[in-house]
Every structure is written in C-alpha cells, then in structure tokens.
C-alpha cells in the first residue's frame, strides 16, 4: 500500500472536506483559464473556434499600439496605486487607534469604512458632482481667485490617471486601515508604556513599536492592492471618454471592449494571457521584495 492511500484512509475525512473546494477552483478557476489559453491560440468567430492560428493573435497583440497604450497605462495606474493604497491607511489607522472615546471611534471607523462599500457608480458620481465645473471644488477654487474659469476635471487627459487612483485609494482605504487597525490593537499596552518611561515621542512610538509589529499586515495589505490594481476595470469603464480613453483604458477594459463588444474573441484571449502573465510576474517580485511567505 503506498503512503498516499494509507494518508488517505487514516484522513479521508479531511480529504471529504477539500474536495469541494477544489472541485470548485477547478469549475470556476482552472477550467476558464485553460479554455482562455486555448482560445488565445484559436481563430474566434461568432460561433466559435474557427482553427488553429498559433502565435497570430499573440503577433497582434504585441504590436497594436492600442494594446501597448493599454498596457503601459495598467503598470502606470496599479503601480500609483498600490503606493498610495498600502502607505495612506496607515494613517487613519494610528490616528482612530490613538481616539480613547469608543463612540467616537466607532464613528470614525464607519466613516473610513463607508467608501469601501459604495458601487462605482456612487463612487464616480460623488467625484463628478465635486469636481464638475459647477461643482464645490471648482467654486470653491474661482471664488478664492485661484482660478479664472473652472476645469473640466473628467474631460482633461492630464488628470485622468490622478483620478483614477485618486478614486480607488479613497473607496479602499477604510478597508485597508480596518486590516492595519486590527494589527495595532494586538500590539501589547506595556511597550508603550516602557517607551513613555524612556521619555519616547509619539513619531519614536510610530517608528519602532507601530510599524515594526503591522509589519505582516502591510505585506498583506501590499499583495492585495498590487493584485487588485492590475485588473482595475470598473472606474475605468465608468470614466473613459474620447478625451481620457488613452490614458484610462487599461488591459481589463481593453479585454472587455475586443471581446464582447468587438466579438474578437481570440485577441482578447491573448490580452487576458498577459494580463495574467503580469500580475504573476508583478505579484511573484513583490513577494520576494516584501518576504511574504
């Protein structure tokens, strides 16, 4: 009998309790990622496969500069914001941690949180109604002189990419402070009561209690936000216009608009290989850079 078989017999319950979670992964995951590689290979019409092209559609892909913009523009937007998303809830999170009333950091917890839990419609009208021409910011800024005539916030392509990562920190970073919060709870009380007798300061405090301790929440927090940035799809799509479209358009959006509206199935196949192929390679370096094991 071999040692798989007698693991098998002496566990098999637990081995009952895997299995619909890998039936599962390999319905919804491995499954639609082999067809997708399959169909990156494939000559797609609108009843399907129409032969074997081999590297034709890769070709395509790699040479379109529609496809190369799209590309450039997901590194550009995912890379600012993973920064920001994983360094600004650090922030709110000392600072709710620091509130001795519950109530009021109930109330300051809920605050944070409640963008994380708004749609992107939401999302990008609470943006469009403070930044429009006629909105608070733009008022604001005219009635202070330090503008002559408002600006078209969502129609100017140099603040297209600020937006957008400007949008997902803020929707997410309640989120990711909730996960730092919860980090720095578990801190014990007495190192920073020995630091307060050591006459140490609140950045001393920061610096060698907070930060050292949240240490694997912010690899945690790191990984997520690098993983999720590459497939940003929704404010994208909610924010493209002909202005903005070559700056916003990312590999998901494009993925989107090749294959299900322009129905070249085989090419938005290959894009969603190298969407894949980058956030492996993006998210097997950021392990190695953070040490998360």
Known sequence: MSIFSKQFRDHWQLYAFIFPILLYFVIFVFYPLAQGIWMS??????????????????RIVFTDPTVIQSTISTIVIAANITIFGFALPILPAIAIH????????????????????????????IWMNLLSPIGLVNSILVSIG?????ISFFSSPNFARTLLVAQTVWKD?????????????????????????????VFHKIRY????????????????TLVGSLRTFDSSYLMTNGLTADKITTLAMLIYERGLLEFDLGVASAAGVLLLAISILFALTASKIVGYK
């Open 41 to 58: 290979f494939q000559k797609m019409g609108l009843l399907g496969p129409m032969g074997f092209i081999g590297q034709e559609n890769y």
């Open 98 to 125: 620091e509130i001795t009333r519950i109530t009021w950091k109930r109330l300051f917890q809920t605050i944070i949180y409640m963008p994380y839990l708004f749609s992107w419609v939401i999302i990008i009208g």
């Open 146 to 150: 330090l503008l002559d005539i408002p």
């Open 173 to 201: 970073l309640g989120f990711n402070a909730v996960i730092y919060l919860a980090a720095i709870v578990s801190i014990n009380p007495e190192l920073y009561e020995a630091a307060e007798i050591d006459g140490a300061s």
């Open 209 to 224: 209690i907070i930060l050292p301790h949240i240490y694997p929440a912010m690899q945690i927090v790191f990984l997520i």
